[in-house]
């Protein structure tokens, strides 16, 4: 059984279009993140849920939101995608925010 | 300011043998946890193995074990025995206390048989 999974593990879309990322873990963790990584392999950390709260939030533009339904879920929105915005998503779950987090495969985003 | 730093973009090794993988960190924290991911072709990401600062005892799982040294903030990844399968990006990360995770740029280890 997959323990972080995320979909689609492709997306390609064109400028200016909304779209949502899904991320699921049954893992029965408490904390849930999204990272960014970009070209040049570079990992940065968008988001994190603890308990439906959000707890960190980087300087990331506020088209990104996170959407937590319950604890096993955190969906990650774009509004009016940009070229830039193209990279590879990762959603990632750890029992405690000290713990080590677990990886879903990756949502490799395309904006043309 | 980058907080951990991985000075081997690239490294190679000879299949069956011993690499090892740097990792700096910067932090006035005295409470943290560090970490090595690897990352294959295939992009997972996968936790390979765990420290606790307040842990002497290096940590080792299998294959790979680390040099854990806290008062030159140093945490290199010896992986012996070295395996085609081996091949990935490598990711040094640091956690302090309840805050985000920081990775360090990656080291591209290639096995030759």
């Known amino acids: 059984d997959t323990a972080v999974s995320q979909t689609p593990k492709y997306l390609v879309t064109q400028m200016g279009n909304d779209k949502s990322i899904k991320c699921e873990q049954n893992?029965?963790?408490?904390?849930m993140y999204w990272y960014k990584q970009d070209s040049k392999k570079f990992l940065k950390i968008m988001f994190s849920y603890n308990n439906k709260e959000l707890i960190i939030n980087e300087t990331v533009p506020n088209r990104f939101s996170p959407k937590s339904p319950d604890k096993a879920h955190l969906n990650l929105h774009i509004n009016s995608l940009e070229l830039g915005d193209s990279a590879v998503y990762f959603c990632a779950s750890s029992l405690h925010m000290t713990y080590e987090q677990y990886f879903g495969p990756g949502t490799r985003l395309t904006v043309t | 300011a980058q907080t951990v730093t991985q000075s081997q973009p690239e490294m190679s090794v000879q299949e069956a043998e011993t690499v090892t993988l740097s990792c700096t960190y910067d932090t006035s924290e005295s409470d943290y946890y560090l970490f090595w991911y690897k990352q294959p072709p295939s992009r997972q990401m996968i936790l390979v193995i765990r420290q606790e600062a307040y842990k002497q005892q290096n940590a080792t799982e299998n294959r790979f074990s680390v040099n854990f040294q806290k008062a030159a903030k140093s945490f290199s990844l010896k992986i012996s025995d070295s395996q085609l399968g081996d091949a990935a990006m490598y990711f040094c990360?640091?956690?302090?206390?309840?805050?985000?995770?920081?990775f360090g740029a990656g080291t591209r280890l290639t096995v030759k048989p």
């Open positions: 990360a640091y956690r302090p206390g309840n805050n985000d995770m920081r």
């Open positions: 893992l029965g963790h408490d904390t």
